[in-house]
């Protein structure tokens, strides 16, 4: 559950770069505190996954904070996160089990399928989507 004192840094500066912290006053947050605290009065974040990325040491600059969450909205852009239906999101939570060994790779249609195999990931399925856009008057 994340709370309303909970972080995660962003700062490539700060020695906690790209991991969760929790801050200890809330009454008095640090000064970059309110970019990158997690909680932002929405639903978002009531189901999240880390995406581990750049954190077995993390590398300043090097990409941090990247997490599947509930979507806030279809054509709703993010800064690197992975977002969808909660729906589809509660799902993939239940699925998810570090002994599985999950991999997640977000690539275009054309390297997955150079890669997939040197990778050993799945075959690839084509897969096809409709989006429906507002008409305009």
């Known amino acids: 559950q994340v709370t309303r004192a909970d972080a995660w ?5 700060s020695p906690d770069y790209n991991r969760f912290v929790t801050i200890d006053d809330l009454s008095h947050p640090p000064p970059w505190f309110e970019k990158q ?7 978002a974040y009531r189901w999240l996954v880390e995406v581990r990325h750049n954190s077995d040491p993390p ?5 941090s904070a990247i997490f599947f969450h509930i979507r806030r909205g279809v054509n709703r852009a993010t800064s690197g996160c992975t977002t969808m239906a909660e ?3 509660v799902r993939l939570v239940t699925w998810l089990r570090a002994d599985r060994h999950p991999c997640y790779a ?20 084509k897969v096809s989507i409709t989006i429906d856009r507002p008409t305009v008057h």
């Open 59 to 63: 590398v300043p600059g090097e990409g």
């Open 9 to 13: 840094v962003d700062d490539v500066n």
């Open 87 to 89: 729906g589809d999101l």
């Open 37 to 43: 605290k997690m909680r932002h009065n929405d639903f």
């Open 106 to 125: 977000l690539l275009p249609a054309a390297e997955f399928e150079k890669k997939w195999r040197s990778w050993n990931l799945p075959k690839p399925v």
